[in-house]
């Protein structure tokens, strides 16, 4: 019996040789099956199909790509805040910074005026007393606003000649021994501003002969 699209066998009558001996039947195998034929052979390579994960893989991989999503979000959110943060630490800065500059100019110009008064009385015939009484009065209040900023004077006469604040000029001959090694003469005043240096003195040194 031949079943569709299945092999059949055909088998051949019986033959005899030539001896008058029966040779048994001769089987032919026929395959009908219809991609049998040379240009229809199965294609060897299988085709690729996309792996299915089971369901609570995809729901954990869904659920990755959202916080993914939503962390993506927030951080645009932070950057942006602290940009604007960052522009208003500025802008606060600056203007700190440009009223502390008019609240100094502003001492600045008080000196400027007496200065100038000074200059105009002595312009207008006045006293050599009294330019000089100006001048000092200005000199004072000058000394005052730089005090009102933390600005001094340092000290240096008879005091031992320290390089971090003093910058020797030259020696003077001393005959004192306690005197050798100290600031003997103050050629140009140095200031501080707190502990920072803004110029040293400039001052002589006693040597002692």
């Known amino acids: ?4 699209g299945n092999p059949t066998m055909k088998s051949s009558d019986s033959r005899s040789d030539s001896s ?16 049998a034929g040379p240009g229809n052979a199965p294609s060897q390579a299988a085709v690729e199909e996309k792996p299915r994960y089971p ?9 990755l790509s959202e916080t993914e999503r939503r962390f993506d979000e927030k951080r645009k959110q932070v950057d942006a805040e602290i940009g604007k943060m960052r ?12 009223l502390h500059k ?5 001492s600045f110009l008080d000196v400027l005026d007496n200065l100038e008064r000074a200059i105009e009385a002595a312009e207008a015939g006045g006293k ?36 971090n604040l003093h910058q020797a000029l030259g020696v003077i001959a001393v005959s004192d021994e306690n005197k050798d090694g100290q600031v003997a003469e103050e050629v140009l005043r140095g200031y501080k501003l707190g502990d920072q240096l803004l110029r040293p003195a400039q001052v002589r040194v006693g040597k002692k002969q």
């Open 55 to 63: 369901t609570v893989v995809e729901e954990l991989m869904a659920r």
């Open 102 to 106: 008019q609240k100094l100019l502003l």
């Open 20 to 35: 008058g001996t029966e040779q048994p039947a001769e089987f032919r195998v026929v395959d009908k099956r219809h991609f």
């Open 128 to 163: 050599t007393e009294d330019l000089l009484q100006g001048v000092e009065m200005t000199a004072n209040a000058f000394r005052s606003k730089l005090q009102e900023q933390g600005v001094e004077a340092i000290p240096v006469l008879d005091q031992p000649f320290d390089p």
């Open 87 to 98: 522009t208003r630490l500025e802008t606060d800065y600056e203007r700190k910074v440009s």
């Open 1 to 4: 019996m031949t079943r569709s």
